[in-house]
Nanobody, 121 residues
Framework: QVQLVESGGGLVQAGGSLRLSCVAS????????MGWYRQAPGKQRELVAA???????NYADSVKGRFTISRDNAKNMVYLQTNSLKPEDTAVYYC???????????????WGQGTQVTVSS
C-alpha cells in the first residue's frame, strides 16, 4: 500500500506565501517523479510543478517565478514554496508521485487527498 499525504494549505492574503509538503509512504521501491497539481472549482486539474528524478523541473507558466518545487529524496517528500500568491491561485492542491512499488514491474501514478489553498484579495 502506498499513501501520499499533503499538508500546509490554508487561507492567506494576496501577496502572501505558503509552503506545501507531501510525504509518500508505504512499500516504495523507487520514485520517478513527484509533483503538484491543482483544481479550482469548475475547472480541470492542472499541473503546477513537477520534478523528474535526474531530469527537468516543469512549471506552469502561471506560477513561474513565484512557486518553487523541491524534493527530499531520502524522505520521499516533495515541497511547494508558493510566494506572491494571487486570488487565482485558490484551488485544492494535489500531490502526485509516479513510483514503483516493491514487487511491481511497472511505475504507477498515485495521488494525495488534496489540501485547500485559499487566497483572499
Amino acid at each position: 500500500q502506498v499513501q501520499l499525504v499533503e499538508s500546509g494549505g490554508g487561507l492567506v492574503q494576496a501577496g502572501g506565501s505558503l509552503r506545501l509538503s507531501c510525504v509518500a509512504s508505504g512499500s516504495i521501491s523507487s520514485i520517478n517523479a513527484m509533483g503538484w497539481y491543482r483544481q479550482a472549482p469548475g475547472k480541470q486539474r492542472e499541473l503546477v510543478a513537477a520534478l523528474i528524478t535526474g531530469g527537468p523541473t516543469n512549471y506552469a507558466d502561471s506560477v513561474k517565478g513565484r512557486f518553487t518545487i523541491s524534493r527530499d529524496n531520502a524522505k520521499n517528500m516533495v515541497y511547494l514554496q508558493t510566494n506572491s500568491l494571487k486570488p487565482e491561485d485558490t484551488a485544492v492542491y494535489y500531490c502526485n508521485a509516479v513510483l514503483l512499488r516493491v514487487g511491481s514491474i511497472r511505475y504507477s501514478s498515485y495521488w494525495g487527498q488534496g489540501t485547500q489553498v485559499t487566497v483572499s484579495s
